[in-house]
């Protein structure tokens, strides 16, 4: 069964940072493309960021120079370290794992990120 567990969110001002945690288990992590995603109330889920199976990130324009994907293949693990956060980016955050085998995807429960002005 895969398992994708995120951690890491929480509520902090305005020019504050975070880092977001996934833990995957029950699929091949080294085999996955990795992705974070968010969801604003009222609004579609979108794509954060990304990091192929071969380490190439890959940014929404709204978080360019703010956020960095990074993964930790030793510890199945990817992480999104967000600095420099505005209240716009408050969302719930879904860590996405994509195999590039199968193509399947699966998805986390989310986080929530609520970031105070």
């Known amino acids: 069964q895969v398992q994708l567990v995120e951690s890491g969110g929480g509520l902090v001002q305005a020019g504050g940072s975070l880092r977001l945690s996934c833990a995957m288990s029950?699929?091949?992590?080294?085999?996955?493309?990795m992705g974070w995603y968010r969801q604003a109330p009222g609004k579609q889920r979108e794509l954060v960021a990304s990091?192929?199976?071969?380490?190439?990130?890959n940014y929404a324009d709204s978080v360019k120079g703010r956020f960095t994907i990074s993964r930790d293949n030793a510890k199945n693990t990817v992480y999104l370290q967000m600095n420099s956060l505005k209240p716009e980016d408050t969302a719930v955050y879904y860590c996405?794992?994509?195999?590039?085998?199968?193509?399947?995807?699966?998805w986390g429960q989310g986080t929530q990120v609520t970031v105070s002005s």
């Open positions: 996405n794992a994509a195999s590039i085998w199968s193509g399947k995807m699966f």
């Open positions: 029950g699929i091949i992590f080294i085999s996955s493309d």
């Open positions: 990091i192929t199976s071969g380490g190439s990130s």
